[in-house]
């Protein structure tokens, strides 16, 4: 097995996070390039994530005592957590994503990891994840979906809050089930990277979920995500 060096948030000060949406598959049952599929006017299905994740970020670095109760404001005040980086995994169809407008207006605000591996599944899309979080030296790791279109800026940024306040690994709960997005902790990275195939995160946090060891915050709204024409169609038709 392979070592990788794990942050200790007792030598950091200022103790980072970094958030990753993947968005490196090649949409086939969309039949098209689904990350540039527009939801509005000014909005693609990817515009649309980071602009929620960005807003999160300005959000959780700058708390507003107004927005939170106090004691929950001092909490993630005293945790010293930021949210240091946002980025996008691109892989299939890097280049028509990149050629878009809005999408590539958008990409320039954060940071780009390419994987070349993509066609090997969703697996590897989280190993590049894991490896920019490495590289960040970050002592959790956020990682989206790029087509949980429900979710906004208010959603992540209570996940964010969570992991703050627990300093323990942070999921969505949906459907019965536990998902991401989630924000994991450092030592979650060695299983993280030993996922093959189009193996998500899932089995780690229900790991986690049975030992205790994980806050699962009920968000409905990622039960929503777009695999097909239709589901696009169908969110759409339900936000008029």
Request: glycine fraction near 4%.
């Amino acid at each position: 097995m392979s070592l990788i060096k794990i942050p200790n948030p007792n030598q950091q000060d200022d103790i980072s996070l970094v958030a990753v949406i993947l968005a490196a598959g090649s949409s086939s049952r969309f039949e098209g390039v689904k990350q540039i599929a527009q939801i509005n006017a000014s909005h693609s299905i990817l515009v649309s994530t980071i602009e929620a994740v960005n807003a999160a970020q300005q959000a959780f670095n700058h708390v507003d005592v107004n927005r939170n109760s106090a004691e929950q404001a001092n909490i993630i005040r005293q945790s010293a957590f930021t949210l240091a980086k946002v980025a996008v995994v691109l892989g299939a169809n890097q280049q028509q994503i990149m050629d878009d407008k809005l999408s590539s207006m958008m990409i320039n605000q954060v940071e780009l990891v390419v994987n070349q591996q993509w066609q090997q599944g969703l697996s590897t899309s989280i190993h590049s994840a894991v490896h920019y979080a490495l590289e960040q030296q970050a002592c959790g790791l956020m990682l989206i979906l790029a087509d949980q279109v429900a979710l906004t800026r208010q959603h992540y940024l209570t996940l964010l809050q969570s992991f703050a306040m627990h300093n323990q690994t942070v999921c969505a709960f949906y459907q019965q089930s536990v998902g991401v997005p989630a924000i994991f902790l450092p030592d979650d990275f060695e299983l993280l990277l030993g996922l093959t195939g189009d193996s998500g995160a899932k089995k780690i946090l229900k790991k986690r979920q049975q030992s205790h060891r994980l806050v699962a915050i009920d968000l409905p709204q990622a039960s929503i995500d777009i695999d097909t024409r239709a589901d696009l169609a169908r969110f759409l038709a339900n936000k008029e």
